[in-house]
Every structure is written in structure tokens, then in C-alpha cells.
């Protein structure tokens, strides 16, 4: 080979390397990500089931789309959250256990007022939890400093899109905008919990003399138009996609609706259905809400087809909390909404925190699969990162989640001897709730340890037998109470876990291993 | 030269080529661009002097930040917007003119009601104009249809920001959101044309039961956080600035203050100021939101020389129309806030529409220019068109802004006969004023023929040697009256403007060349 054939050919390798990498910073290589996440959405409220069989309250609800993701992706029956919505929110948002993050509940609109119930013959006060939330900014009083997912997706190169509920924390402090929570783009986004109504014939709430701070801001746009709210966050939605389609950027898009939190409003489009359908008039409302839900999973999920995107977007489908069940406005005999799960939203029982949970990962999941390994929120915060490709992000928190990819990828028994945690020292309603006030759990295998912070009680199930957590087997199996008790002990300790304290005296309510 | 040694350079050329095209990828070329549009802004609010020489009026106020702005940029003179914000605003987006677009006066918040108010002796039936704004979807009611200036910027690879008012639109229309006019980012802009507070302590108007249609939206983060509207808005813009700067993308910042819009509140952080300087109470909250708007403008300066991108930021202040002559809450005897301009907003005498213009352009704009070279708002459609190197742009309406490029580049005389014309053939309050309601103009030159419809009357001004509009020289140059009376109704006809007609007998209101 002549020397000058040799320059030829490093010169052409060069060119190529060159129009590689050049090309390369137009062609995506990141995967789209799409949190779908749903409101206070129970594990029951849908025709995918999520349990072993196919149960009663399945049957009541038509969620077409959820069974096609669950067709194209993987099913997580054991998936868990907190039992409200802001802890759950932020354990997303910062990958920490609520029970280490500290915002226990939910937060109020305005700073710095507690959400909690209390009354003169509650012996219980509530810790000095994180009552304004999570702050991506240092030094806000009552919050957890944490650098937010989506800063770092944002950071990786991602268009970062929020639309829906914010709600990780009050007015006043930066956590209340997703501006600051990295994301580029926010649609509807605030400090509230909940919208003041679904319906465009409200104006979503904006009314002059009769809004709240639960009126749906940004929305303008629908008012008056018969959008259901369900229907108009979508659109938004797919609006906003265009621009990062366009420009071949990779996107997260965190499509977080309001529905199907309370207010019960009846989505009209599929309302007469359910009312043929022989459910009275509250029900059929709840069930045409999920409906709707459902149709703006659909439509996202035709959207990517039709734009050609949907082999490199991932979509992950999930739910912040248990259904209500406590709330008349649903139609059920309360505390039956969740059936055969144990209770509902606020509890730490099955019915508060097991959620439907579908992961579509074209090339990495086997479609049609099924996972029952558990897992739980703080896990997105580890597993979008490495989605995402980010590697050794720069985060001010403690990460307890863990990544969720391996069981993407089909491996089992990833985490064999993992607990889950859940910790609400918390008073939730102005009545008493005795299976939702103040109770902690831990979960181990099949195991599971309830701890009464009101009564001092620990109780064991084996959910492997008792889905419905109805036989306390803690008599039957000390060592186990023993074991869980104290592995909850530690972890919370280890956290500076904040415990309710006695009114009269003042001392802290004892740890679960210290009864 | 032999053949390896040709296809050898040939190739190190290709690879230069391509190198410089893969930097090309990430290098900035094209200006970014700031227009600073404050509301309701008269002519005369200000220390910088717009006058052949320092007014009364320019003392009152004090604004350091836009005297720098015109040392490091030209000031126009003679810069006009429509007399009231929607007309102005759709111009700005449209390149239209109020008389061809027919969106001739604000748009209500709520679709299909029109905001002109009547009264039985009114004479004249005010014209079926587009009272739901403008519209970049086709086949939207009493809308008219124009592709939206920040969506070709869009195109062209712009990252577009609104912060502020947009007001473009009724609700329930899709200009109602920024998000559809183009615009990636969106913070705080709907279909509300005022602010029901600028103070965080009335958390923007966000107070359940008394929120209005006006109450601000998007800015929770900022309630009880003793932060004035204004500065509010300056921090949530220059947020939303880092990343299009962190990555190389040009963008576009429309920063459309609330200020100087109605309520009259105090911004805190100078009233005192003012009230020591001996103005009354309500003259002293409205210099101090001058003061605050003034203040925005450096903050962002600052920005920009501190990210090191203000030698390629083009900065563009503008008002939308005059300042407010009929509110008492501003302290003046009413029709005398503009002097010594006639009159102000809502008006088409000067002081409704002359307004405060600099545009600093750095490498382009002569440092510490003034022009007197007449423009009007709907030229900064094409004007920032050019700037941001858009040609041919795919536009659905006609446009009929001219570009001011030329006048920025030191050109003198760049359109010697042009007319500029104005028209409100409506009724703006519930009390009749005579120098507002239905009043049409047109300028050429040095000479101005304003048409009230109501008499029938045509006054003649010379602005060069009356810019007060004191001397009507109709009757002394009935000739020039003739020829601009012609220029206007042929231009009106031209557009399809629409006129006012007699609720008896049902008539139009004739052309100003017909009478």
C-alpha cells in the first residue's frame, strides 16, 4: 500500500466518522418516555385484571387501551404507591421512600397549613412532617430538597413536557411549578390536588365568585367547548409533542391526569353506557371517568403510531394511589371500592397502594408478559434514568428506589429479599379511620406487618393466601413479627422516620420493634 | 497533480465540509430576540424622552434601564400601535392592520360577547367585528384566521417563550393559548386582558370566592411571597431562558407585561420614592409599576451580558397602545395623562396611539440613533421575520406590516408616501367620549386626517408643528383633507373595513371620502 493510497483512506474513514457522528446529533438515540399516571386510580377500576383472576368489580369497567398496552408490554401485578397522592408524587419526582422524604401527606394549596384532621379526643399528633412538600431549591422551610427527575431528564437532552396534576407542593415555595421541576413545558400544573370540575360547562372551575384554588388553570382554551377535562389535557398533550417530534428530540412527556380523583363527574361520552349497563347513576359516573381515562391512553398510544414513533417510546402506565373508598360520591358501599383489596386511598392495606401498572417497552419487553414482582414508585426515579441512559447523575438526595429494568428485561427474582415501606403518621379525614390513620406496613416476600401506631398493634398477613389481608396472623407467627418489626424499626430509624407522639406526655409513639 | 493526490484533497475538503456543516449543527447563528411589550404604556411614562425635548410628564417617572436601552440602540419617535391591546396584539401576530382584521377592539374573556358597551341614544349600531380575536385555525366564529407570527419563528428554529398577557382570543377559542399561537413555553397568558392584582399578597386575585376571570394564572409559586406581579413574571422569563441558551437554540422571548395595565397597585419597592418626590398617591403607585416594569427591563439586560449573548440578543421595547387618560386611579385630571399628546388609549389621537419604541440591535443598530421615521405594530410581523432570516414564510393571511430592518440599518427615508391608518368603530365606555368612540385616522407624512363617525366630521392635523392636535386645518387645506379622506376609504374598502350604522334605518356610517 503507497502512502498517498493510505492518506486516501484515512481521509475517507475520517469523512465517514465525521458524517456519522454528524448525523448522530440528529438522529434520536434516546428513547421517548411517557409516564401515564392516573389519580387515585384503584387496582380494581379496570377490565384488565390485575389480580389472578378476573373479579367482580372488573367486569363493571371498559378499558380497552389498558388491555392493549398489557398485550404490548408487561403487567405488574404487585406494584405499589403511597396510599395519597403528594407522597407518591414525590417519591416519583425524588426516588425516596415516603417514609424518608417526610411529605407523609398530602400538601395544602396555601404554605405552611397542615392537611391533617385532628380533634380534642385524637391522642395522637401528627410529627412535623414536610407539609410544603418537595423543593428543587435548598433551604425552604418544611420541604425536601431533592433534584427532581425530570431536571435530569431535562439535563440528558430530553424535552420534558408536564401536563395535568403537579401537586408536589404548596404555594409560595418553588416546588409549586413544574417550571422549576424540570420541566420545559407545563400545562395545568400547580398546587392543586385536585380539579374543581371536569366539565369545559364550568370552565373546569373558573367561575367568577364560585372559584376555588382547585379551579383547572391554563385551560381557556376548552372552556364552554364540552371537553371533558380527561379529553382537553390530551389534546394538550399531543399538542405540546409536536415540537420535540419535529425537531428529533427525545421527550418525557409525565401525562398526569386529574381524573379519576373526586369530583365524580360524569364524562358524557360514556356515562349512558354504564347507566344501560345497570350501574346506578354514581357508579356509572366513576366508570365513565376511568373510560375516559382510558380513551386518552388509546389516543396517545394511535398518536405515536401515526407519527411512527412508538417503537422507541416507552410507555409506563400507573397509578399515584388506592381508589377512594370512602367517598359516597362513587356509588359503592364504602370501604368495599377495591374489593377484594382491604380498604382504599390513605390506607397502607392493599387497597391503598397496590396499583395498576403496565410497562410497554418495544424491543425489551415481551409483549403480552406479566411480572409479579413487586415494585414501587420511588423505583421510576433509578429505572427512567437508565431508560433514559443517564449514568451517575448528579442528585442531592439519598435514591432509595431501584431500577425495574431488569424485570423489563424478563429477569427473575431480581430483588429476591427487598422490603417495601410505607408510612403514614398521618390523620387523614375528620372522622376517625381506624384502618387508615396512622398505620405503618412493611412488606417482605409474601409477608407483610401492619403497624397501628393508634393501638400499639402489630399484624401479619401472607399475601400470597389473603390478598384481602382479613386473617392477622401475628399469633400464629411471632418470629415473623419479630423479624419484620424489626427490619421496619431499622429502615425507619435509619431514615429519620418521623413517628406521631402523645398528646398527653409527649413522647414519641414507639417504633414497631420497641413495643 | 496525480489522480490519488486530487481524490486525496478532495476528500480532506469534503471533510472540512462536513466538519463545518456538524458544527453549523450546534453553533448559533441566527439573533435571538426580546420583545418587551408593556400594556397600556403611554407615551409620555417615562424619563427617557420619546419628545423633541423633556416634557412635565417625563419627569414624573423614572426609568434608567430604558434610557440605557436607548444608548446602546435607536428610539423611534414615531412608533404607533392601535389604540387599544387586542387590536395592537393581533396586528403584532398577524402583521395585520386593526381595519383589515377587523379585530377593532378587546376581546371579553368569554366567547361570542362583545365588549363594546351601548346605550339607547347611542345613534350607531357598532359592526359584527371578530369579538373572539384571532384564530390560527381556520373556521373559528368572528375570528380571523392568520398563521401566528411566533409559530414561523417556531419553524424557523426559534425556542418561543410567552410570559405574560396574551389576550389575543375569547375563551373557548384556540387563540385563547399561547400553545397554539406558537409558542413552546407558555407562563401566565390566556384570554385575560388585566391582572385582577399584581400583588402576591392577593396571591394575583387567586382568592376563593372573589376570584375573578383576571385572577392570574400559573403562578402559584409566587402567592404570599411579597413579590410584585411584575417581577414575578421578569424571573419566571429569565427561567425559562436557560434552556434554549444552555442549548445553542436561538429564541424568541415575548415579554408581555401585565404592567402598566389596570389595577394601579403599588409596587412597594418604590412608591415610597415617588410619594417622597411629591406626587399624589395614585400618581406615585403608577410610577412605581413604570419603575418596576423599568426594572424587568435591566434585570433582563443584565441576563443577557451575564450569560454573554447580549452582542446576539436583539431587544425590542414597545407599548401596546397609549396610556390610560380616563382612570382616575391613576391621579391626573382625566385627559391629561398623555400631554402633551390628546388624549390616550382607546383613542386614535396621538395619545392613544404613539408609543415608547427602542430597538437595540447589536453589530446592526447605530448605538444612541433616533429616528422619526414613522411604523406601526403590525410591522414587527415582518420586521422580526427578517431579523430572524424567514423568507417566503408560509402565511395564510396577507400581510400588510412593512419591515423596519431598513430604518434599524440607518436608512433614511425608507417609505416616503406611506399611510398609516387607524380604526375603532366602536364604543369603548358606557359614558360617551367623543375624542375615543368611533373615530378612524390616517397619517401621511407630517399630516394626519382623523374621521369621527358620529358627525361625520374630518379634522386636519399637522403633527410637525402640532403634535398636540390643537389646530384643526381642515377648513384651510380642504384639498389635503380630500386626498387623505381618499387614501383612507380606499384603503378601508381595500381590507373589507367594516363601519358602524345608524340603528335607525340601518345604513352604514358613510367613507370618509363619501360624505
Redesign the interface.
Known amino acids: 500500500m ?1 502512502r ?2 493510505t ?2 483512506r484515512i ?2 474513514i ?2 465517514i466518522m ?2 456519522l ?2 448525523a448522530g ?2 438522529a434520536q438515540q434516546k428513547p421517548n418516555i411517557i409516564v401515564f399516571l392516573v389519580d387515585d386510580m384503584g387496582w380494581m377500576d379496570t377490565s384488565l385484571p390485575f389480580g389472578d383472576k378476573v373479579m367482580p368489580l372488573n367486569k363493571r369497567f371498559h378499558t380497552p387501551n389498558m388491555e392493549r398496552l398489557a398485550t404490548e408490554g408487561m403487567k405488574f401485578t404487585h406494584a405499589y404507591a403511597a396510599p395519597v397522592c403528594t407522597p407518591s408524587r414525590v417519591s416519583f419526582m425524588s426516588g425516596m421512600n415516603a417514609a424518608h422524604h417526610r411529605v407523609t401527606n398530602w400538601t395544602s ?3 405552611d397549613e397542615p392537611s391533617d384532621f385532628d380533634h380534642e379526643k385524637n391522642p395522637l399528633k401528627t410529627p412535623d412532617w414536610n407539609i410544603n412538600g418537595m423543593s428543587p431549591v435548598k433551604g425552604i422551610s418544611q420541604t425536601v430538597y431533592a433534584t427532581p427527575l425530570a431536571e435530569l431528564l ?1 439535563e440528558a437532552g430530553y424535552f420534558t413536557i408536564h401536563v395535568g396534576k403537579a401537586h408536589w407542593a404548596a ?4 416546588g ?2 413544574p ?2 421541576m424540570g420541566f ?4 395545568a400544573g ?2 392543586a390536588g385536585m380539579p374543581q370540575s371536569y366539565l369545559s360547562e364550568d ?1 373546569y372551575g ?1 367561575i ?6 382547585y ?1 383547572v ?2 385551560m ?6 364540552h371537553t371533558f377535562l380527561t379529553e382537553a389535557l390530551t389534546r ?1 398533550a399531543l ?2 409533542l409536536d ?1 420535540p417530534i419535529r425537531t428529533h428530540q427525545p421527550f418525557f412527556l409525565y401525562m398526569a391526569h386529574y381524573a379519576v380523583h373526586l369530583p365524580v363527574n360524569a364524562d358524557d361520552r360514556f356515562f349512558d353506557k354504564y347507566l344501560k349497563a345497570g350501574l346506578d347513576s354514581a357508579q356509572a359516573k366513576y366508570a365513565s371517568m376511568i373510560e375516559g381515562m382510558d380513551k386518552s391512553l388509546g389516543d396517545i398510544m394511535d398518536f405515536l403510531k401515526q407519527k411512527n414513533i412508538d417503537q422507541n417510546t416507552i410507555i409506563l402506565f400507573m397509578s399515584d394511589n388506592g381508589g377512594n373508598s370512602i367517598s359516597p360520591a362513587k356509588g359503592d358501599k364504602l370501604h368495599t371500592g377495591n374489593l377484594p383489596l382491604r380498604e382504599g386511598k390513605g390506607s397502607v392495606y392493599e387497597g391503598g397502594i397496590r396499583e395498576p401498572m403496565i410497562v410497554k417497552w418495544p424491543g425489551v419487553v415481551k409483549p403480552g408478559s406479566v411480572t409479579d414482582q413487586p415494585v414501587i414508585i420511588e423505583d421510576y426515579f433509578p429505572s427512567l434514568l437508565e431508560m433514559a441512559g443517564v449514568k451517575n447523575p448528579k442528585v442531592v438526595q439519598p435514591v432509595d428506589g431501584k431500577t425495574f429494568v431488569p424485570i423489563l428485561k424478563g429477569n427473575s427474582n431480581v430483588y429476591p429479599d427487598r422490603i417495601f415501606t410505607w408510612h403514614y403518621p398521618n390523620k387523614w379525614k375528620k372522622k376517625d379511620l381506624h384502618d387508615i390513620d396512622y398505620l405503618s406496613a412493611i412488606r417482605q416476600g409474601d409477608w407483610k406487618l401492619v403497624y397501628r401506631m393508634l393501638t400499639k398493634k402489630l399484624e401479619l398477613y401472607n399475601l400470597k393466601t389473603d390478598i384481602g389481608e382479613q386473617h392477622d396472623l401475628a399469633a400464629q407467627y411471632p418470629d415473623k413479627v419479630k423479624k419484620l418489626a424489626a427490619l421496619l424499626g431499622e429502615q425507619f430509624r435509619s431514615w429519620g422516620a418521623l413517628m406521631p407522639s402523645y398528646k398527653a406526655g409527649g413522647q414519641q409513639v414507639p417504633w414497631p420493634d420497641k413495643l
Chains 1, 2 share one sequence.
Not at 367568577?208 to 384554588?213: L, S
Open positions: 503507497n498517498s493510497f492518506a486516501k481521509s475517507f475520517l469523512c465525521v458524517l457522528a454528524s446529533l440528529h394549596v396555601l404554605k431535562k404555594a409560595g415555595t418553588p409549586a411549578s417550571y422549576n420545559l413545558v407545563n400545562v400547580n398546587v370552565n373558573n367568577p365568585g364560585k372559584t376555588t384554588y379551579a388553570q391554563n381557556t382554551e376548552y372552556y364552554g367547548t394538550e399538542k405540546t415540537h
